[in-house]
């Protein structure tokens, strides 16, 4: 049994006479194939649709055939030479006279849709069709293709009145037209180009398949592959990626221009006079340098990007780089240009000062694709919010970093025991805007003189644990104190040593709550003196070790 192949056909009330009918090459492709190299299939028919099926007969394929037709031509002896003909495996659908255009295209996508199946093997043959048909066939075709996925070739019988033949023409190169339009549509208002580079290389690959020409285009394949991989870096959100592979297409694009503006006009024509465009749009978001650092020009070419986002509509891409674009400020007004990837650099950095907390909290919900229990501001809000962002010029923004640079609060998180040496040799060493102390009643009974011994005159807090050995159902409302009172500091010393174990512990589990957006510094304070000494005299500065 062959394939099956659907015939979409049409029939009116013109006279048709015989003729001999010729259709070279075959339909295995989906389309009518003008190859020399083929057998051509010839028959004598009045009614050419009648000739299609005997050729697709001839070459192993069932038909299926749809015709649409008025209610006259159903009433018409061509109408019944054709039911005699087909016997089965025909179905007509009666086409509803004076309709508008519009209503007609409706009409027949309607029956289509319903008749077809995703993967079929389609001809739309407009031979005998009627008013604006030959016109809608195209848009049909390619509305088809996208909806039902189907293979759709468009077929004429043009007949020649001298000769008295009729040849087979294939039509379907037209609707390959409104493809290119599609995917010119979608770079312009997406900025992609993913479906522009597919079209280059098909057009590539068929010039090389089918071309006897021994003048062929040397770059259509090059391009289609770097316009490719930039636009699939884009849409993943890899600033690396993106860089590379922006690097990639302009000095490609900058070592071949001419060449590259001749095979175009030669071969693909449809976008040689996109070339200009596509160059314009990703220039601005390119920065020509060897080495991939913080620059005014980096963050020139981010809050480009961030604008490329904004205007395609791609908030969730938009608002994951608006955080790491105001992060970038951040480090560069303050020197940071190799380490800006380190993880523990970024990660150290609390941006709530800039004053785009609803970004943030937008980012942060749609990180995790929602999976968590931030909520989500309006989308116009968050619109809002980036506009004014992509607005606002980077240097206003590093100046803004800057004053909060010289105005970051520093704060120590420490427990203490019954011992007073270790809190002391650290306050010695560091001074704190702020001291956070994690003890007992005992332990606070002995504060006041340790700090009146370290000379400390900062601001200290202190958080009380009922049990400092095992108050384990104390844990989460230490920990959530811990977190309220560091919310607004932007640096985070923390000191294990000093207080008991379970204390030590304690510290640890905030550590991990509190280690992002802000800086932590984790160290230990060291005394290598013997404990009787360090007991009849804490109070002598020790060293401190920096564990990270």
């Known amino acids: 049994m062959g394939e099956v192949v659907k015939l979409v056909t049409f029939l009116g009330l013109g006279k048709y006479e015989e003729s001999e009918i010729k259709i070279n090459g075959n339909l295995l492709d989906g389309c009518v194939k003008n190859d020399d190299s083929q057998d051509i299939f010839c028959v004598r028919q009045s009614i050419f649709p009648l000739a299609l099926i005997e050729y697709l007969n001839h070459i192993g394929k069932q038909v299926e055939t749809i015709f649409f037709l008025t209610k006259t031509v159903k009433e018409s002896k061509t109408w019944d030479e054709c039911r005699r003909f087909l016997r089965s495996n025909i179905k007509d659908f009666e086409i509803p006279e004076g309709e508008s255009s519009s209503n007609l295209m409706n009409f027949l996508v309607r029956n289509l849709v319903e008749n077809l199946e995703k993967g079929d093997r389609v001809i739309l043959d407009v031979t005998h069709s009627f008013r604006s048909i030959p016109l809608m066939a195209s848009v049909v075709a390619l509305y088809l293709k996208e909806a039902k996925d189907v293979n759709v070739s468009v077929v004429y019988g043009k007949y020649n009145k001298e000769t008295k033949v009729t040849e087979c023409e294939d039509l379907t190169p037209l609707t390959k037209a409104t493809s290119w339009i599609y995917a010119v549509r979608l770079f312009k208002e997406y900025g992609y180009a993913k479906e522009l580079a597919d079209l280059i290389k098909k057009r590539n690959e068929e010039i090389y398949r089918r071309s006897q020409s021994s003048k062929k285009p040397k770059l259509l394949g090059s391009m289609s592959q770097k316009l490719q991989d930039l636009s699939s870096s884009i849409r ?3 600033i690396v990626a993106i860089r590379k592979n922006l690097t990639n297409f302009f000095n490609f694009i900058d070592r071949n221009k001419a060449r590259i503006r001749e095979e175009t006009e030669v071969f693909v024509p449809e976008i040689a006079a996109l070339l200009d465009g596509i160059e314009k749009r990703y220039r601005v978001i390119h920065v020509k340098s060897e080495n991939f650092e913080l620059s005014e020009k980096e963050l020139e070419s981010e809050k480009e990007l961030l604008d490329f986002y904004l205007q395609t509509g791609d908030l969730g891409m938009a608002l994951r780089l608006a955080r790491e674009y105001l992060i970038n400020v951040y480090l560069m007004s303050g020197g940071e240009k190799s380490d800006f990837l380190d993880r523990n650099v970024r990660e150290s950095v609390s941006i709530s000062t800039f004053g785009y907390d609803t970004i943030l909290q937008a980012r942060n919900h749609v990180a995790h694709f929602g999976f968590n229990k931030l909520q989500l501001p309006s989308l116009k809000k968050i619109e809002d919010h980036l506009k004014v962002l992509v607005q606002t010029p980077p240097e206003q923004l590093l ?18 025991g019954t011992t007073k040496g270790a809190l002391y040799t650290v306050l010695k060493k560091i001074s704190p805007d702020l001291l956070l102390v994690i003890t007992s009643k005992q332990g606070k009974a002995i504060l006041s003189e340790i700090l009146e011994k370290a000379e400390f005159k900062g601001e200290f807090r202190v ?10 159902s104390e844990i989460d409302r230490v920990v959530s104190e811990i977190k309220e009172h560091l919310s607004d500091v932007d640096e985070v010393i923390v000191n294990l040593t000093g207080g008991t174990t379970f204390l030590t512990y304690v510290i640890e589990r905030a550590k991990n709550q509190i280690r992002y957006g802000r800086k932590v510094k984790t160290i230990l304070a060291v005394d290598k003196r013997t404990y009787e000494e360090q007991k009849q005299n804490p109070f002598v500065v020790g060293e401190i070790l920096e564990l990270d």
């Open 236 to 238: 993943l959100g890899s």
């Open 399 to 416: 100046e803004s970093a800057r004053k909060t640079q010289r105005n970051r609060k520093r704060a120590l998180l420490t427990p203490l």
């Open 463 to 472: 958080i009380l644990l009922e049990d400092p050995f095992m108050g384990v």
